[in-house]
């Protein structure tokens, strides 16, 4: 099964802050790499699909690039409303998807 | 609008069993496949299962595998996940979420608020 390896685990920032999530996959997925945004007490909402696409409704702050093993989520510009666990997952080949172990973000 | 609202949790004994329902609406049910994810008390989330929309074609997690069974009825619009041979690290919020194509996929684009299942004596 492929592994899935986010960092930081937890990070604290201020508000307008530019924030970054690394990824890194243990064998090559290509593209196939999802990131989620989940808020306490919520479901998980999929922000950006196949590294980069975002979806509808997804604020432009937010962007995915990377490829092959190593993948980033940026937020440009944090707010207040991005307080969230965020998840990086595989999609690439047969299940399982798994997922990364999860980066908490919080306002400084 | 798509909602998917999951019931069936609750407190079970190790070893016992749980059935899991997932009522899906506001898309076409059979034309996507549907998948399970859990999270553990302060834990990440896992994928659990994974259903194709005809049905036809099934996939679990080792941690699962041989215990639960995934299954779907699309004339009712929903999705089962039968637990049995339950143990205390089966313990978790059970989401279902809906898969971006027919086929099993990883793209999950919506999830539903989930169902708590604890195993405990």
């Known amino acids: 099964d492929i592994q899935m390896t986010q960092s930081p685990s937890s990070l604290s920032a201020s508000v307008g802050d530019r924030v970054t999530i690394t990824c890194r996959a243990s064998?090559?997925?290509?593209?196939?790499l999802n990131w989620y945004q989940h808020k306490s007490g919520k479901a998980p909402k999929l922000l950006i699909q196949?590294?980069?696409r975002l979806q509808s409704g997804v604020p432009s702050r937010f962007s995915g690039s990377g490829s092959g093993t190593d993948f980033t989520l940026t937020v440009s510009s944090l707010q207040p409303e991005d307080v969230a666990t965020y998840y990086c997952q595989h999609s690439y080949s047969d299940p399982p998807y798994t997922f990364g172990q999860g980066t908490k973000v919080e306002i400084k | 609008e798509v909602q998917l609202l999951e019931s069936g949790g609750g407190l079970v004994q190790p070893g016992g069993s749980l059935r899991l329902s997932c009522a899906a609406s506001?898309?076409?049910?059979?034309?996507?496949?549907m998948t399970w994810v859990r999270q553990a008390p302060g834990k990440g989330l896992e994928w659990v299962s994974a259903?194709?929309?005809?049905?036809?074609?099934?996939y679990y997690a080792d941690s699962v595998k041989g215990r639960f069974t995934m299954s779907r009825d699309n004339s009712k619009n929903t999705v089962y996940l039968q637990m049995s041979s339950l143990r205390g690290e089966d313990t978790a919020v059970y989401y279902c979420?809906?898969?971006?194509?027919?086929?099993?996929?990883?793209?999950?684009?919506?999830w539903g608020q989930g169902t708590l299942v604890t195993v405990s004596s």
């Open positions: 064998q090559t997925i290509n593209k196939y």
């Open positions: 979420a809906k898969v971006l194509v027919l086929a099993v996929d990883g793209d999950l684009d919506y």
């Open positions: 259903i194709s929309g005809t049905g036809g074609s099934t």
């Open positions: 196949t590294t980069s």
């Open positions: 506001g898309f076409t049910f059979s034309n996507y496949a």
